[in-house]
């Protein structure tokens, strides 16, 4: 009796002032055998895989309240891949040494530009690439956050995906950052790196014989 579960991550990454996104990552899983005396029998468990696509890098310097910065995410489920049950999204944020700027008395810097006030996240999919300037052509869909915060933990994003239509295995995400026009001088020359992290599991399935 055999059942199956799998799992499977990548990572990426992405920086406010200077970065780029990160690695693909693979779950394979071995064979299992039975034999009788009238035959034998080779079972091998299903596949997760899930790759990010190419890497890429970019700069945003000295970021104002109002402005948004976008970043595009390429997700792939392989063709010999079983479905999956949930995308799963973890972000990390790290804090870079601010930059020297003079502040207002009694004006305390921000711990980091996602502290209250600061900037705002939205995710975005579409069906087909996105342009070069971030428009889509396709279909889009809004992936569904509990909060505009970018510190993000676990949360499912396959139902904004085309991850399990057969005509179509990969995701076209884009992030959009923006600092809102509401930011006062405390988040004045703070760096952040923003990671972020896919897990990937497939269906639930039941065991059989």
Known sequence: MIAKSSATKILASMALVAGAAGVAGLGTFGGFTDSTTVAENAVSSGTIDIEKGATASFAVADLL??????????????????????VRLTTTITSG??????????????????????????????????SANYVCSGTTKTV???????????????????????ASRTANLLVSLKLPDTAGNEFQGLKDTIGFTFNATQVTTTATR
């Open 65 to 86: 309240p109002g402005e948004t910065i976008k970043k595009p995410i390429t997700l792939t489920r392989t063709a010999t891949s079983e479905p999956f049950g949930a």
């Open 97 to 130: 040494t601010p930059e020297a700027v003079t502040l207002e008395p009694g004006v305390t810097r921000a711990a980091n530009l996602d502290a209250a006030g600061g900037l705002e996240m939205t995710i975005q999919s579409c069906s087909t690439e996105w």
């Open 144 to 166: 569904s956050l509990p909060t505009n915060d970018v510190a993000q933990s676990n949360v499912d994003i396959l139902a904004a995906t085309n991850l399990n239509d057969n």
